[in-house]
């Protein structure tokens, strides 16, 4: 129970300055957005009030909106499934490696640096081998000259390009989020399983994973959220071409609000984008809150 | 009686981990050792990249070293991107962010942790769903208004909304840790005769530093490295941050291979050293980072 009796003004002194910022630059803009997603505005000129008009557009007529959410919930798909592979190394590192500790930051590296240089490191990786990019060098050396590509200007591969990268950036996060999770687990636990004949794999089985379910939950946040705003990486690497082969759904809005300067369109797309975040937090929630009630 | 006691203070992970074969363990370190070269060598290749000249990047041989280190690449880099000037600018941008999130939300947290009035749970869930609010959601209604502000292209359009989208997790680490401390202590504090901003100052503070640190760590990764922002709301060569300036130039110069990655090299040491320096501490501040929703 708090204890602190203070006046009003006292209370305002010390939440009004954050809420002001707050309120003002997240929660007025989005109602903005949400707004402007029911105009028919470029931005400068006199905007007209077109209702759901923009909505029955982009659900029905915009020939790229939903390949880019198809492409967006892939992204958060692979992402998950990222996350079983980093429980898996986090187990090994766990039980097999006396300092696991190197390993963990070592795998986290990529993790701490901007997409910026991440997404420009690949591009060059990426690059035709006769302008120095790695992967189509090592294809070439190892006779397999047949599987060279341009791995982000074919439209059927480039998305894959692109997966690959948010995958290898984020596996050090997962790995140490699961290896955080697997250290806190009691070790009287595991001897008591011990005692009862449950050790290696079965004890994983039996303890690692149901006991690890609320940090799987955070993983999986983390990897459905971030995929639903993936938006840097594929601006940095290809802007959503070729030929809207890799757009996302934030790199659509992002066209359509300041290239193509369709503003109350953006917006409509932005609220799509706010709203199934903000359902798929509560989806997400909901399943795991059976699962750990069900579990532990 | 072949069985062994548990020993106090002793992982039974570690116990298992001798039990298991050599032969396992062999195959174990190998995995990991794969995953060390996958995970590492990209940025060890980009450092012998930096290093080559022309010839030798484009002459297909991935793994050689350069036969004559090409400093001159970076000397190139920092000749001709204001590579400086972009160090300084998010320099300025991620300090003041960070104090501004650390003063603002630890005067938030300290009123709903430890003030008795109505609203305090309300204030909580508002900063709670402002975690899941896709910052790119806001850029468009963002630029408007800092348009009519008139600080567009100015460091101010990056700070505030820095410091509005750091506030959420700010908050929720600090308020979880404020609850914690016990009541006893401002309860001495207030019978001493304490006002509401010693009690904040003297006794909360000094106690709350752990998840300042936590805070900073975050803030810091997040604002040091982040982009579409910058991208949008500064288009003054001279206010641009690092990502920002490595992303403009790196597109801009494009024949001369190696003075590009020396650039990216150079966006990226920052960051690279701090983590040599604080690898524990950033570990640990991304996992408490990570606990959202």
Redesign the interface.
């Known amino acids: 129970m708090n204890v602190l009796r203070v006046s009003k003004w006292t209370i305002a002194a010390f939440v009004l300055p954050c809420l002001i910022v707050y309120v003002g630059l997240v929660f007025i803009p989005v109602l903005v957005s949400m707004y402007s997603g029911l105009l028919d505005w470029n931005g400068i000129g006199t905007s007209k009030f077109v209702g759901l008009d923009n909505f029955k557009t982009l659900l029905f007529d915009d020939p790229v909106f939903w390949p880019s959410v198809r492409r967006t919930l892939m992204f958060a798909v692979f992402s998950m499934a990222e996350i079983p592979v980093a429980l898996f190394v986090a187990i090994l590192l766990n039980r097999f490696v006396k300092k696991p500790n190197f390993f963990v930051s070592a795998y986290f590296m990529p993790v701490i640096l901007s997409v910026v240089i991440i997404g420009q490191l690949w591009k060059t990786i990426y690059n035709p081998a006769a302008m120095g990019g790695m992967l189509n060098q090592v294809l070439e050396q190892i006779g397999l000259s047949s599987w060279t590509h341009s791995w982000l200007t074919e439209p059927n591969i480039a998305m894959y390009s692109l997966y690959f990268v948010a995958l290898w950036q984020y596996l050090g996060y997962h790995t140490l989020i699961q290896f955080t999770g697997i250290q806190n687990i009691s070790a009287d636990i595991y001897e008591a399983a011990k005692i009862d004949g449950a050790e290696g794999l079965k004890a994983d089985w039996y303890i690692t994973f149901p006991m690890n379910i609320p940090i799987f939950k955070i993983s999986i946040v983390l990897a459905f959220i971030g995929s639903l705003q993936a938006f840097d990486m594929v601006m940095v690497m290809t802007a959503g071409g070729p030929a809207h082969a890799t757009d996302v759904i934030s790199t659509h809005m992002y066209n359509m609000s300041f290239l193509s300067m369709k503003y109350g369109y953006g917006s409509s797309i932005a609220t799509f984008l706010v709203a199934l975040c903000l359902l798929a937090t509560v989806v997400i929630n909901f399943i795991f809150n059976r699962l750990e009630r069900k579990y532990t | 009686m072949s069985?062994t006691i548990?020993v106090a203070g002793?992982?039974?992970?570690?116990q298992?981990?001798k039990q298991?074969f050599p032969l396992?363990?062999i195959i174990?370190?190998i995995?990991?050792g794969i995953?060390?070269v996958?995970?590492?060598y990209?940025?060890l290749?980009?450092l012998i990249?930096s290093l080559k000249n022309n010839e030798e990047?484009?002459s297909?041989?991935?793994f050689s070293l350069p036969s004559k280190l090409m400093w001159s690449n970076y000397t190139d880099a920092i000749a001709s991107g204001n590579y400086f000037k972009y160090l300084l600018n998010s320099l300025i941008t991620t300090t003041s962010t960070m104090v501004l999130v650390l003063l603002?939300?630890s005067?938030?947290s300290?009123?709903i942790?430890?003030?008795?009035?109505k609203y305090?749970q309300l204030?909580m869930v508002?900063?709670l769903?402002?975690m899941?609010?896709?910052?790119?959601?806001?850029?468009?209604?963002?630029m408007?208004?800092f348009k009519e502000m008139k600080i567009l292209n100015t460091l101010w359009s990056l700070i505030?909304?820095y410091?509005?989208?750091q506030?959420?997790i700010a908050?929720f680490i600090m308020s979880g840790f404020m609850k914690s401390i016990p009541?006893e202590i401002?309860?001495s504090a207030?019978v001493d005769g304490a006002n509401?901003l010693r009690?904040?100052w003297s006794v909360i503070i000094p106690v709350s530093i752990p998840p300042m640190m936590t805070v900073c760590i975050l803030t810091f990764?997040n604002i040091?490295?982040?982009?579409?922002l910058a991208?949008?709301f500064i288009s003054k060569e001279a206010l641009k941050t690092?990502?920002?300036g490595?992303?403009s130039f790196?597109s801009q110069y494009s024949v001369n291979?190696g003075a590009?990655?020396a650039y990216?090299v150079l966006?990226?040491l920052p960051?690279?050293v701090i983590?040599f320096l604080l690898?524990?501490k950033?570990?640990k501040g991304?996992?408490a980072g990570?606990?959202?929703?």
């Open positions: 069985q548990p002793v992982k039974p992970v570690a298992r981990g298991m396992a363990k174990v370190f995995l990991l995953l060390l996958t995970q590492l990209p940025l290749w980009l990249y990047i484009l297909g041989s991935f603002l939300s005067l938030v300290f009123a942790s430890r003030f008795r009035w305090g204030v508002l900063f769903i402002g899941m609010i896709p910052m790119q959601a806001t850029l468009l209604p963002l408007l208004i505030l909304p410091v509005a989208f506030t959420p908050v009541h401002e309860e207030v509401v009690i904040f990764i040091w490295n982040e982009y579409i991208a949008t690092l990502p920002f490595v992303n790196v291979y590009i990655g990216l966006g990226a960051v690279i983590y690898a524990d950033i570990t991304m996992v990570a606990v959202k929703g």
